[in-house]
């Protein structure tokens, strides 16, 4: 089963969206739900990663502070706020599940079509 993000769009450097995931098959409170983004010309790369069952968050040292990841169990949705946002935050991002915590995309699965954030300077 595919996860669905969605929530990008184009914004001003400084500016701020929140990403949505619609987590539609049944996910344990031992299951990790990750953000991941791809840019263009690049390898995807790990964003932030939360416990579907636990409020621990983990991020990459590139949003550390201006993203914020959280999940609401009752609606099934992931979310990623992102704040302060870059141009080089431009890319296609991703939500994806994996077993356990892991910062590579291999462990992950549910791939989805994504949604492009475009950070315009």
């Known amino acids: 089963v595919q996860l669905q993000a969605s929530g990008g769009g184009l914004v001003q450097t400084g500016g701020s969206l929140r990403l949505s995931c619609s987590v539609s098959?049944?996910?344990?409170?031992?299951?990790?739900m990750g953000w991941f983004r791809q840019a263009p010309g690049k390898e995807r790369e790990f964003v932030a990663a939360?416990?579907?069952?636990?409020?621990?968050?983990y991020y990459a040292d590139s949003v550390k502070g201006r993203f914020t990841i959280s999940r609401d169990s009752a609606k099934n949705t992931l979310y990623l706020q992102m704040s302060s946002l870059k141009p080089e935050d431009t890319a296609v991002y991703y939500c994806?599940?994996?077993?356990?915590?892991?910062?590579?995309?291999?462990?992950?699965?549910?791939w989805g079509q994504g949604t492009l954030v475009t950070v315009s300077s």
């Open positions: 994806a599940k994996a077993n356990s915590l892991s910062y590579n995309d291999r462990e992950y699965r549910g």
């Open positions: 939360i416990r579907w069952g636990g409020a621990r968050t």
């Open positions: 098959e049944r996910t344990f409170s031992s299951h990790v």
